[in-house]
């Protein structure tokens, strides 16, 4: 990855601790993204800190001038941003929590793509990773806008590795089941964690799709589901 940009959001979370660690690494320029994120969460000089809401086509286009304006280009989109709210079955459910599902998990991503594509389109490379959930593909009771949402992420993923296909740029999404973060053992405390997915396995599996090994994988969705396949 010498030599390489990659953005991430999301770069200080629990997955995106690792994932941030593992590209710097391995030599990576990494431009981490996130409502609250400084220089020193990451000791290391190839390390650049932007504070940034994706909610609205403003700040995402401001945060793509920043980026290529501070690192000069991108390499690598890694979106790992996003929330749950859930518990409510449909029939119970409040539109407030549909909006906030579709713009926090659907919105975000479409105009972070938005912001970021004419740049690899114009380089004429890029890849491009983004983070569903395994209820895309079996949603369980209470967890409908949440699950709406991410499947709507897989389809535009999907859409713009079709859309860009020829252009050198490849799109791909991973669905992850329950990841053993601090914040899922603090939600959960009556899990068991031993059962989850170790986030360094999505590190790993993002590392692989954003390098050139990877080069003629897309519009792939990916499943990571640990011992509970």
Do not use: C
């Amino acid at each position: 990855m010498q030599g390489k940009t990659v953005l991430i959001t999301g770069a200080n979370g629990g997955l995106g601790t690792k994932v941030t660690r593992t590209f710097l690494a391995a030599g990576a320029s990494v431009a981490g993204v996130s409502l609250d994120i400084k220089p020193t969460d990451f000791a290391d000089p190839k390390f650049t800190a932007f504070t940034a809401d994706l909610s609205g086509t403003a700040a995402a286009m401001k945060l793509a001038q920043d980026v290529t304006g501070k690192l000069g280009r991108v390499d690598a989109l890694v979106h790992l941003a996003g929330g749950y709210t859930g518990g409510k079955t449909v029939a119970e459910e409040e539109e407030a929590t549909l909006d906030h599902m579709l713009n926090i998990n659907l919105r975000s991503t479409f105009l972070l793509f938005r912001a970021f594509l004419p740049h690899m389109r114009k380089a004429g490379s890029g890849r491009i990773v983004a983070i569903g959930s395994r209820a895309v593909e079996g949603p369980a009771p209470g967890m409908a806008a949440y699950a709406l949402s991410k499947a709507a992420v897989v389809s535009l993923v999907r859409s713009v590795a079709a859309e860009n296909k020829d252009l050198g740029i490849t799109a791909n999404v991973i669905l992850p089941g329950a990841m053993d973060t601090p914040g899922n053992r603090a939600s959960m405390p009556d899990a068991d964690p031993s059962r989850w997915i170790n986030p360094q396995t999505v590190a790993d599996l993002i590392f692989y799709l954003v390098s050139d090994a990877a080069a003629q994988v897309t519009g792939a969705v990916i499943p990571v589901y640990g011992h509970d396949v």
